[in-house]
């Protein structure tokens, strides 16, 4: 059963920098796609980002291109969302999902986000102005 656990969440000011951690479990030598998700209140959830370890790519929105970094420690079994120059539009619960390849970048590439089989519980993150 995978578990998927985010952290690294918190208040920041604007131009500021966090990263988040997605700690995965129970992959059990599966090959696994991991994207970054964020919902802010009365918004519809959208993906920030995504990585596919098998395949060696990675993606993100227009939003956040150029300021936020996607990245794996396949030792750990954890991803990294560091994200840099945040701004207040930034501010939302962020989630990891998990998907066994090829199925994670299909439902990455197509948007079909609630496809995604695992979730973890959000971390919150807030930047201020």
Known sequence: E??????GGGLVQAGGSLRLS??????AGDDYGIGW???????????VSFISRSLRDTYYADSVKGRFTISSDNAKNTVYLQMNSL????T???YCAADKEP????????GAWSEFEYWGQGTQVTVSS
């Open 103 to 110: 199925y994670g970048s299909s439902w990455w590439v197509t």
């Open 37 to 47: 998700f964020r919902q802010a209140p009365g918004k519809e959830r959208e993906g």
């Open 87 to 90: 701004k207040p539009e930034d």
């Open 2 to 7: 995978v578990q998927l656990v985010e952290s």
């Open 92 to 94: 939302a619960v962020y």
């Open 22 to 27: 997605c700690a995965a479990s129970g992959f």
